[in-house]
């Protein structure tokens, strides 16, 4: 069974990144660890050092933890392996980059509510965590029904990576993914369906077929970043290369509501 690290605040984006992880456990079973890192930094610091700070630290952690294991009951009815949350001070970035890398996470998931704002999602990818993952990241942007099924997006290039990523964490998952294949240009209003480029198509058919399993619906569209955005929106997952920020597929993806898996490029 694969292992998953969530980090958890006590705020309305971790609580919709629980459920839909709670959830989404039902469709490919993990187990799922609870991280949650205390701003030390939000606090009233105490004067002084030493033995007043340690406790002054402790107890900022203890009540980090009760207001952490709250929340996770609160959710008990939808998620049956969230246990014991980690509760662990330090700078945000570094100490979930440390967890991932010492315990060897198969993926990661935060809460990350969708805006309007393509430059909140671009800071988040421009991120320590984001660009140095050893792992793929479920961002959670808002919570949807698990039926509406996944996409696989991506340029011809990305597609031999993200089916790797697939079939290392999705691959127990009944449904048949969707693909949808972009071009993008630097204008046009609307996105172009084009005829799916058989060489393309047929590498990816035979990637899937390696693994038992056959593509959905298989899309090529043309057009802006801001034209292709209405082809995702509407699934329950979009499985995404991790993008570099202000890139079209960045500026695409910062307009879709779904949550989205992003998959690091393996390092060479």
Known sequence: MQNVLIALETDLASSIALRY??????????????VHIPDL?????????????RTWENAVVQQS?????????????????????????????????????????DFFIEGFLHSFEPDRFFKKLDSDLYRHLPCPALMVKNMVDPDRGIQIVGTPDTFSFEL???????SGMVAEPDILVCRFKTSG???TLLENDRDLISGIETGMLKYG????RIRTAEGSSDGLAALVRDH?????????????MAHMLSRSPCPILFCPEPKK
């Open 164 to 170: 790797y990523w697939f079939f290392k964490i999705l």
């Open 65 to 105: 933890g009760r207001e952490i294991r709250k929340l996770i009951r609160e959710e008990r009815g939808y998620c049956y392996s969230a246990g014991e949350p980690k509760i662990i001070p330090g700078e945000k970035d570094q100490v979930i980059l440390e967890e991932l890398r010492k315990k060897r996470y």
């Open 236 to 248: 329950a997952l979009l499985v995404s290369p991790l993008p570099e920020s202000g890139s079209p």
């Open 41 to 53: 930094d939000e606090q009233n610091h105490p004067p002084g050092g030493g033995w007043v700070h």
């Open 21 to 34: 992880a709670c959830r989404f456990e039902k469709l490919i079973r993990f187990n799922m660890q609870v």
């Open 189 to 191: 209003d609307k996105a």
């Open 213 to 216: 399993k056959a593509a959905g």
